[in-house]
């Protein structure tokens, strides 16, 4: 069953706007870590954030993570076509020990329009 | 460029055949995930390794799919008889040690017919 829930489920943009994509999650975790999809192809890995941060940067990406509404953000600034991907976060569970499991939302599937 | 390679990329096969995906996960990584990627159920968590023990397949219908780690190097995951409804994008991840990233192989495309 999938641990996280993005939102929304689509989102087009033009070029230059800012894109804010939301996850809530339903358990206690240790990180939540965003991942982008281009189509057809395999994920990558975006950012991590760990459960006692509350705010990254990176590059045009700034995650932020609220673990008492148990939701993060991904905000991507300045998008570009090349933007124009599926977003999906991943949670691990806490309790897991070494038996962490990642499990992903279905994902936000962001188009910027030139 | 370390990276996780999955065979076959594409495969067409006939319903009650037997299908053999495999995947090499970046060398020294402990951690090997296979997820099954639809259009309706996204990305779902079949089973994962860790240190080539099966840790976790509740994922998986035990009845037809089957997945191993004959050695660090290769993990397969096995369906045996293909249903058209396990038509899908499998993708293999691998990573290392608790809350990292993995990294995930390109998948193999299933279309059972």
């Known amino acids: 069953s999938q641990q996280g829930e993005e939102d929304p489920q689509a989102l087009s943009i033009q070029e230059g706007e800012n894109a804010t994509m939301n996850c809530s999650y339903k358990?206690?975790?240790?990180?939540l870590q965003w991942y982008r999809q281009n189509s057809g192809r395999g994920l990558v890995h975006l950012i991590l954030?760990?459960?006692?941060?509350r705010e990254k940067h990176s590059g045009r990406l700034r995650v932020t993570l609220d673990t008492s509404k148990k939701s993060s953000s991904l905000l991507i600034t300045a998008s570009r076509a090349a933007d124009t991907a599926s977003y999906f976060c991943?949670?691990?569970?806490?309790?897991?020990?070494?038996?962490?499991?990642?499990?992903f939302g279905k994902g936000t599937l962001l188009t910027v329009n030139p | 460029d370390a990276r996780v390679t999955q065979t076959p990329r594409d495969k067409v096969t006939e319903m009650g055949q037997e299908v053999t995906m495999r995947c090499q996960p970046i060398?020294?990584?402990?951690?090997v995930f296979w997820y099954r990627q639809t259009m309706m159920q996204g990305l779902e968590l079949l089973a994962y390794?860790?240190?080539?023990?099966?840790?976790?397949d509740s994922g998986m219908p035990k009845d037809r799919f089957s997945a191993e780690m004959p050695d660090a190097t290769l993990a397969t995951l096995k369906i045996q008889p293909s249903e058209p409804r396990d038509s899908a994008v499998y993708f293999c991840?691998?990573?290392?040690?608790?809350?990292?990233?993995?990294?995930f192989g390109q998948g193999t495309r299933l279309t059972v017919v």
């Open positions: 954030i760990r459960s006692n941060e």
């Open positions: 060398l020294g990584h402990n951690t």
């Open positions: 991943a949670t691990d569970k806490v309790g897991g020990g070494s038996n962490y499991k990642l499990t």
């Open positions: 358990t206690s975790i240790n990180n």
């Open positions: 390794f860790r240190n080539r023990a099966p840790l976790d």
């Open positions: 991840a691998s990573g290392n040690t608790m809350g990292t990233e993995a990294f």
